[in-house]
């Protein structure tokens, strides 16, 4: 087997010769220099050629040598700058370099004694041969002179090659003609390849074009029908079997497919002993509140969707099995700030049921914070102000998209991402579970008590019903038919029946690898389970990203093309309750992940037709921002009012951007929690985006997590023509295919240092405000604040230097080698993960890495920048305030460190942008 080795190889260090001799295409007709290795004549021999014509002349030399023992995995390639010093010899010198043969043997040093022994040797073989061949005298004249022939020719060929390769400079020096980079930042510090590549930008805008008139919006509908056909929870039969078959439907559209398994603690309710609430009488009868049961509502069609009894089932995952019996406390939505204000009222929550309603935070976070003040149970229900705004029982489901009286959402409680007993680790079957269900409660990881979710049909009961203090502020009072109280002495009963049991997960990967670099992966994510059938969510994502594949796969074939980057379609299992199947993957695949991929999308359901809602990081912000300038709008209020595009509808719904000064960007949120996008970025520092469609500029998605996300609704009430979830589809490919496409990855760097700039001016207000600036003492707060200004600084001048590069190479107005490409795909994509500290933002937080981006501490929904140093001051607040001195100095610590380790990110990321090394 013969395999070459091309000087360009060893400068990008390939892990392994190629399996077929490589040729070079070499168009400007340079010379082209390499090794030819026999396996098994154990013969080196390189050579040059040169080509004026297409007759191309060579400079062989041939070397014999034993293979070493050594197997440390290194060769010997021939360097073409030790030909050009050798004025003597065209006889190329063997000299050590890194590079792995396919046989993991190292092949010996030869110097120049070692080469004319050799040399000497073969020649002496050679005279051999033709005195034993050579019978017939009058042959020996004949050889003579073709020798003579042949060697003139060579001294010829030669002469001509060295006039042509030194006519305008030394072989060992690559000319600007030949570079052709129009960077002089590259030149002065190594040579590059000489072939140069330049952004295509009508190739690109062909291929978008296409893309996006290759959906079929039918398709979307018709894979809603199927994903919704029965209740589907994770860990269940019905989960498996839409799992299979999202594997075969990616098979049959040409992706490679693969499935991963984890074994996970899940809960459920007993669905034939359903939740029930109840109070006592003056008699000290039990009288029924809630039977844990929600109603059948809608035409026909809609009510055989719901015919599965296990729909009607009101239950929270992870809530306690058990009974709890006491007086209630109204607690609004249970946010910090609410219980306050009912600790500044002197109401205790000792031995209390809490009734609480939706929204504000995450569920999980209202539970805990009452159990952390003794609350015995809690009750969460949605309140007509919230979710059926028009306080009118004609204009909600099915009449409209409102939440009915009977409508209870569902959800998990976990405190945590991921499986709860194996933290920080794949859940497979070599792991060892460090954390008990027991241990896991006593934290409060998962709650303690007994929790029930409820609609407002039942929740009025228990407001009618109780005859305390009345609420003193207006923003505490809903929409329901009752007096709003804070308290009562009326006793209730909250009974539970759940039960937690370890089920096996699959996620479902399809991955379409790319042209040029396979090693770097853009990843669409997207979940398939649901707490009942989940037309909404997470269906409508579901239905949209299966066509996507169907479209990138038939347009590949169809024009023969693939992106340069690798395109995974990632199907995560069980992200309902607590976003596991993607957490499990992500702690599974941590080390690759961290090398090569490049960024994550993420679609977690569509709900509307009117504007999309976006979380990202700065470094996606213009990417998105060009995506939907490519997206027709669906919504067609928007097209008579003149917002023909998605980013039209955008902006104006949106105006207000993240970069101050900058109204090209519209509004983007801070990523937090809330779907699976969460852990890629926290945890990894994989920059991600989430993308919704919603309606604006009133939120209408209220039957969410209830019975009635069914394919009639979507048909009927949400996305009739399915014209949004086409025109997310579209959004989400382009934004994909341009990620993966581009030749510099189309991150923009300056827009990070911008909206750090901004968020470190803010979050230094906040701080005085609270006081932090005195205890740290003024001196050395202003000392630390300096640093960090002067390092935002240093940092913005790169990001500024490398944004120009990016935006050249795009754009179309410079080429770069394929070395230099290389070099700044590597610092872009690094970029975000220099401000991931690995010890977690402090030591209560460690699965939170990522120092700027992170979920509040008390609202694991929403995002927040620098929680490591925000967390910890509001702590070190309270602490102070109450007069904990010894827990206020612990938090004042935390936020000198917590300084240090984000001044720290900020003076890795300069140093991963620098183009100069760090050295």
């Not at 240092?753 to 006081?771: A, F, P, R, T, W």
């Amino acid at each position: 087997m013969i395999r070459t080795v091309t000087y360009e190889d060893s400068l990008v260090l390939n892990d392994a010769f190629d399996d077929e001799q490589q040729t070079s295409n070499d168009d400007d007709k340079e010379p082209f220099h390499g090794s030819v290795y026999d396996d098994e004549a154990a013969t080196l021999t390189s050579f040059c050629i040169t080509s004026n014509d297409e007759s191309p002349s060579r400079s062989i030399s041939d070397s014999n040598f034993p293979r070493s023992t050594d197997t440390s995995k290194s060769a010997w390639i021939a360097d073409r700058q030790q030909l050009d010093n050798d004025s003597d010899s065209p006889t190329w010198h063997l000299l050590k370099r890194p590079h792995y043969g396919t046989n993991g043997l190292e092949y010996p040093l030869l110097n120049e004694n070692r080469i004319e022994g050799h040399r000497a040797k073969v020649k002496t073989n050679e005279l051999k041969n033709k005195e034993s061949g050579i019978s017939s005298g009058f042959l020996l004249p004949l050889l003579i002179s073709a020798v003579f022939v042949l060697s003139l020719t060579a001294i010829i060929l030669l002469i001509t090659v060295i006039v042509l390769t030194t006519k305008n400079g030394r072989i060992s020096e690559i000319t600007d003609a030949n570079c052709s980079t129009n960077i002089p930042r590259f030149n002065a510090n190594y040579k590059p390849f000489r072939q140069t590549m330049w952004q295509n930008l009508q190739q690109h805008s062909d291929i978008s074009r296409k893309l996006m008139s290759s959906f079929r919006p039918m398709n979307i509908r018709d894979n809603i029908r199927w994903l919704s056909e029965k209740v589907h929870v994770a860990g269940t039969p019905e989960n498996a079997h839409i799992m299979r078959r999202l594997a075969e439907q990616y098979e049959s559209y040409g992706y490679e497919v693969k499935t991963y398994d984890y074994k996970v603690l899940l809960s459920y309710p007993i669905y034939d002993r359903p939740n029930r609430i109840e109070y006592s009488d003056e008699s000290g009868e039990w009288i029924e509140v809630s039977n844990g049961l929600g109603e059948r509502l809608g035409p026909e069609e809609a009510k055989l969707q719901q015919a599965d009894p296990r729909g009607l089932v009101y239950w929270t995952a992870y809530s306690q099995n058990g009974t709890a019996e006491g007086s209630i406390v109204y607690a609004n939505y249970g946010t910090f700030d609410d219980y306050s204000q009912l600790d500044k009222l002197g109401i205790s929550l000792n031995g209390k049921i809490v009734l609480c309603r939706y929204g504000g935070i995450f569920r999980g976070d209202k539970v805990q914070m009452a159990e952390d003040r003794g609350a015995i149970g809690v009750i969460i229900y949605n309140d007509p102000f919230d979710y059926a705004k028009d306080n009118n029982a004609n204009k909600t489901f099915p009449d409209r998209v409102w939440m009915p009286p009977s409508g209870a959402q569902r959800g998990t409680l976990l405190k945590t991402d991921g499986d709860p007993e194996t933290p920080f680790f794949p859940s497979k079957h070599y792991t060892y579970r460090t954390e008990r269900e027991d241990q896991l409660r006593s934290r409060r990881i998962m709650p303690n008590v007994p929790v029930m979710p409820i609609g407002y049909r039942d929740a009025v009961k228990i407001m009618q019903n109780l005859d305390g203090p009345l609420v003193p502020w207006s923003g505490w009072k809903g929409n329901m038919n009752a007096t709003y109280r804070l308290t009562g002495s009326t006793r209730f009963r909250l009974s539970v029946n759940s039960v937690t049991s370890r089920r096996t997960i699959t996620n479902v990967i399809a991955t379409m690898r790319g042209s040029d670099e396979p090693d770097r992966y853009v990843l669409f994510g997207n979940h398939f389970d649901a707490w009942i059938q989940g037309a909404i969510d997470p269906n409508s994502g579901t239905a949209t990203l299966l066509e996507m594949a169907r479209v990138l796969s038939s347009v590949s074939r169809e024009i023969k093309w693939r992106p340069r980057r690798t395109i995974m379609f990632c199907q995560w299992d069980a992200e309902e309750f607590g976003l596991i199947g993607s957490s499990e993957w992500v702690e599974e695949f941590m080390k690759p992940l961290q090398q090569r991929a490049v960024a994550m999308i993420n679609v977690d359901n569509i709900n509307g037709n009117t504007t999309i809602s976006v979380k990202a990081v700065p470094l996606l912000y213009r990417a998105i921002v060009d995506a939907t300038a490519k997206t027709p709008s669906p919504s067609s209020s928007g097209h008579r009012a003149g917002r023909m595009t998605v980013l039209d509808s955008w902006k104006f719904y949106y105006p207000k951007g993240p970069v101050a000064g900058d109204k090209s960007i519209p509004g983007i949120s801070i990523p937090g929690s809330g779907s699976d996008f969460q852990r890629f970025i926290s945890y990894l520092g994989i920059p991600i985006a989430d993308i919704k469609f919603e309606c604006a500029p009133v939120y209408s998605y209220m039957v969410y997590h209830s019975m009635y996300e069914i394919p009639w609704t979507v048909e009927n009430l949400v996305d009739k023509d399915f014209a949004a979830m086409s025109a997310v589809g579209r959004l989400w490919l382009e934004l994909g295919r341009n990620l993966a496409d581009s030749i510099i990855i189309p991150f923009n760097v300056l827009d990070y240092s911008l909206m750090l700039n901004d968020g470190v001016v803010k979050m230094i207000h906040q701080l005085e405000h609270i006081g932090i600036n005195f205890a740290i003492g003024k001196t050395t707060f202003t000392s630390m604040i300096g640093n960090m200004r002067d390092a935002l600084k240093r940092f913005q001048s790169s990001a500024e230097s490398m944004q120009h590069i990016i935006h050249s190479v795009n754009r179309g107005q410079e080429a770069v080698t394929i070395r230099q490409a290389e070099m700044l795909n590597n610092r872009v994509q690094n970029l975000e993960r220099a401000f991931i500290f690995e010890q977690g933002i402090y030591a209560e937080r460690t699965q939170y890495r990522h120092l700027v981006f992170t979920s509040s501490e008390h609202n694991d929904y929403s995002g927040v920048l620098f929680a490591g140093i925000m967390d910890p001051a509001i702590r070190w607040r309270n602490a102070y305030a109450s007069g904990d001195l010894s827990r206020a100095n612990h938090w004042l610590e935390t936020v000198k460190i917590s300084f240090t380790k984000l001044q720290y990110a900020i003076e890795s990321a300069i140093l991963t942008l620098n183009l100069q090394g760090f050295y």
